[in-house]
């Protein structure tokens, strides 16, 4: 039929044709760019710290509410250091950042990022982190002491790195031991006259009697028994419980030990008994508390609420 089309049809014709694609491309490019300008407005986060002026030692938690997030979970950035997030609820996050004496007091900055999203705006803020006074101690020494031994600091140091993806503690902590606290979190030392700069008491000691029970102070699995017979020679007989999502308790000097690796314990179960094992003065439970690798003060553990 195109034969009998004169020259001015069959031109207008291609200008009809021309302006059709043009108008159908235009209206593409308009819906695309109102879905993703919805997803950026649906794409959002809101966060919150806990404590608001935390101190050495505290534990912050990051709870982040990120409506819109699909497939992502949000990362948490503190201070340049990348912390893992768990869902605790649909499109709610935490994330546990922990702090520890040897951090430096002043800015603590957070930034939240929605992982696998372009849409969602990153979220900073910025804590206090305050100074803290740590009690001191001067320890005087002869001879080599005990150094401990390569198998035992290899088995500690995994045990601190394990982050697992399932939360088993519930609610509060609750003591481990009934013993009197002989020796509080943060504690720093001298070394025959030099202030050890790397150093401080990671955990709380229990003095009790040899014998005395120790009990799971969270539910959680077994996940390190080291015996010293079998070379944990500074740390003595030791029980590692991991609570889930980076959160772990370690045991040492035990007497006893009433569990196996790959039990799963609740809060308030028997896991041995007070001893004087490895590089211990006298018979005490040393109970450190582990967030994401670094040990914390345990206190506000037993008295707040770490959901």
Known sequence: MEKYLTPFWLSLRHRLWTKRLWLSSFLAVVTLVSVLNSAAISSTMSVQASPTNPQLGDTVTVLIQADGL???TPTVVMNQKTYPTFAIAPNRFRALLPTTPLDPPGSLNIQVNGAGDPQAVPQKLTLQLRDRDFPTQSI???GGGSDGTDYEFNKVDAFKALVTPTKLWNGKFQR???GEITTVYGVRRYYNGEFASDYYHRGVD????TGSPIVAPAAGKVVLVGREADGFKLHGNTIGVDHGQGVASIFLHLSRIDVKEGD??????QLGAVGSTGAATGPHLHWGLY???QAIDPVPWRYGNFE
Not at 264 to 269: R, T, Y
């Open 291 to 293: 967030v994401n690798g």
């Open 140 to 142: 005087w020494l002869s």
């Open 70 to 72: 699909t497939e992502a």
């Open 176 to 178: 481990p031991s009934e």
């Open 264 to 269: 799963v314990v609740q809060a308030g179960q």
């Open 206 to 209: 229990y003095g009790a009697g």
